[in-house]
């Protein structure tokens, strides 16, 4: 890599705010969302969207719930791997709330519209349940996503580390993301005394 492609990405992967996040994206998106096209992400909500797609369905008859499946999986295994790019380029914007936010707006308007149409187009039995299940997925796994991105989990490039290395790493991010607002409170009411 050159002297000048090696600046790009490290000014590309230290963004400060959200507006140089979505500079970076607009500017750079062959690096921002091909480049960097997040397969962790690709793979694993595939799987978990298909199951909840299939779970939602099940009411409807089991060739119903593996139709639903396989739209959302297909779905999520074409789209997903761009999601997650979008949220590896915030991840380091500041400040952190409003990067959440963001995200926890944005990308479920976009996602959640296509998806809409996907399966009213394939003919998804349950699909305003299924639908609701998912905006509610995607809003929990932005913030899941972006907190473990800040931390080098499921993310892809440079600083990466094999899957297998994420998942291990999955029951102490998880910990910590369930307990953030119990220790930021914990530590506002010590802080006082």
């Known amino acids: 890599m050159s002297v000048p492609q090696s600046r790009l990405l490290m000014s590309l992967t230290s963004s ?5 996040a979505v500079a970076g994206i607009i500017r750079h998106p062959v690096i921002n969302l091909l480049h960097r096209w997040n397969w962790k992400s ?3 909500s595939a799987f978990f969207r298909g199951l909840l797609f299939f779970i939602t369905n ?7 719930a593996f139709s639903a499946m396989s739209i959302e999986s297909a779905f999520y295994i074409a789209t997903a791997g761009f ?3 979008v949220t590896q380029a915030f991840r380091r914007a500041r400040p952190a709330w409003a990067a959440t936010l963001t995200l926890m707006v944005i990308m ?3 996602n959640h519209t296509l998806e809409f149409l996907l399966h009213w187009a394939g003919g998804t039995e349950k699909l305003a349940r299924s639908v609701i299940a998912s905006i509610s997925l995607s809003i929990i796994s932005a913030v899941f996503n972006i907190f473990a991105m800040r931390r080098g989990v499921l993310i892809v490039g440079a600083e990466r580390q094999s899957l297998f290395a ?3 790493q999955m029951p102490r ?5 369930l307990t953030v607002i119990p220790r930021f409170l914990w530590k ?3 802080e006082g005394k």
């Open 16 to 20: 400060n705010t959200i507006w140089e």
């Open 42 to 44: 690709a793979v694993l």
């Open 58 to 64: 099940l009411g409807a008859g089991l060739v119903a």
């Open 83 to 85: 999601y997650g790019a």
């Open 108 to 110: 479920p308007v976009i």
């Open 166 to 168: 994420d998942l291990r």
């Open 173 to 177: 991010i998880i910990f910590e993301f």
């Open 188 to 190: 506002l009411s010590t």
